[in-house]
């Protein structure tokens, strides 16, 4: 499940995203063999047996031995998070959804602001950070999970695969993969050749409700998460994105994808688990807030702060989150639009005056009184910046700004 953003203004971070847009399910392309049971249609929804490695003399072998060497690869990576908690929690949720499987799946985080899942028939699972920050409690990741699994669980790759029409073209891809040391970069472009269908898509969808529910979890929490990332398009898309989006050419169309989800979630409750999930984020969301930030999507990022601040205080006109008041205000500083000056202004105050502010939120309002020519408000918050943060990276400019401005 991939949602693209806007255009990167690094094309570094533009070919990092585009590389795992299709990572889901490579190394089943070739050759496996499809489930004689439609899980998705059967009432109890009853998972097929766990899968058997394929022989290594085999396509599908090879490919399952270049997806392990991937997976190596991106254990050793700096962008892998590898945090102990997140981790058994993650592995913990992916159990209770599929069942005897379990042992054979993967969970790999791995920091990068987008919205990303994926999996390959290896048992390989890549969550990408920008999906946990959005993720509002454990039910919604429990879909997006779920729909992950479908496509693992129904084969989806190889009725994909007897759609292409030149598979000797398909076959030196494959070659040339297995020839050089693999990227994912390389896995990307020919995963991109087999983007999943609508029907795919749809039926990855009912098997991930039907696991998300047996597992006891609220089914319509899955159509929120479609609501929230649609809020986020829009701001730049505008109200037509969900037709004209790349993701959303392959997926059902979102307004019926969330009518769809929430049809087949009926009425039946269950659990949230917000307060669980959140407190397992705790310590490395801070660290995804500033990566959203640096991603450098303005509009995007204020729908999604917004919306933090509005979980957090559902009954307050005065938020309390300190951390997303302070992202809010550094965005909208960084914006610098007409008006943006006097919100970051209000975000930024209210932040610094919450117990345990994060320094940043000190360095951005000296920043901003700075940029205002306000100098006696702006020394006491570099002062308190560098009290907090003594050995901050930028320590050394912060102390010149202040050598500069004291009389």
Request: with cysteine; charged share 25%; aromatic share 6%.
């Amino acid at each position: 499940m991939t949602v693209p953003q806007a255009p990167e203004r690094h094309s570094r971070r533009g070919f990092l995203r585009a590389t795992c847009q299709h990572c889901v399910g490579i190394a089943s392309m070739l050759g496996l063999p499809a489930l004689a049971q439609d899980i998705a249609g059967s009432d109890k929804a009853g998972l097929p047996p766990r899968f058997a490695r394929p022989t290594t003399d085999t396509d599908e072998g090879g490919l399952w031995s270049l997806m392990d060497r991937e997976e190596s690869r991106l254990r050793r990576s700096p962008l892998a998070i590898r945090d102990k908690s997140l981790t058994r929690y993650l592995g913990d949720l992916t159990c209770r959804l599929a069942d005897g499987h379990c042992p054979d799946i993967r969970i790999h985080v791995v920091r990068m602001p987008m919205f990303n899942a994926s999996m390959a028939p290896n048992g390989m699972m890549i969550v990408w950070s920008g999906l946990l920050l959005r993720v509002e409690n454990e039910a919604q990741l429990a879909a997006i999970v779920g729909h992950e699994l479908g496509h693992y669980l129904e084969r989806h790759q190889v009725e994909q695969l007897r759609t292409a029409k030149d598979r000797a073209v398909l076959a030196q891809l494959v070659g040339l993969l297995g020839g050089v040391a693999g990227t994912l970069g390389q896995i990307g472009i020919l995963a991109s050749l087999f983007a999943f269908s609508r029907e795919h898509e749809a039926r990855a969808d009912k098997l991930g409700m039907r696991l998300m529910q047996q597992a006891g979890y609220e089914g319509a929490q899955a159509a929120r998460v479609w609501d929230n990332l649609l809020g986020e398009l829009k701001v730049t898309g505008g109200e037509s994105v969900g037709d004209r989006s790349a993701m959303f050419a392959t997926h059902p169309p979102v307004g019926n994808r969330r009518d769809e989800l929430l049809r087949l979630a009926g009425d039946k409750g269950g659990n949230v688990g917000a307060a669980d999930y959140q407190r397992t984020i705790a310590p490395l969301r801070f660290g995804w807030i500033q990566d959203e930030i640096k991603r450098g999507q303005y509009e995007e990022s204020l729908v999604l702060f917004d919306r933090m601040l509005a979980r957090a205080s559902p009954s307050s006109s005065q938020p309390q989150d300190a951390d997303v008041l302070y992202a809010r205000g550094e965005v909208l500083r960084l914006r610098d639009d007409k008006g943006d000056d006097v919100r970051a202004l209000d975000d930024l105050t209210r932040a610094t005056a919450i117990f345990k502010a994060p320094p940043d939120a000190f360095r951005s309002l000296g920043l901003l009184h700075k940029s205002r020519s306000d100098v006696a408000s702006a020394v006491p918050a570099f002062e308190k910046y560098l009290t907090l943060a003594p050995e901050a990276a930028d320590a050394s400019l912060i102390k010149t700004y202040l050598s500069e401005m004291r009389p």
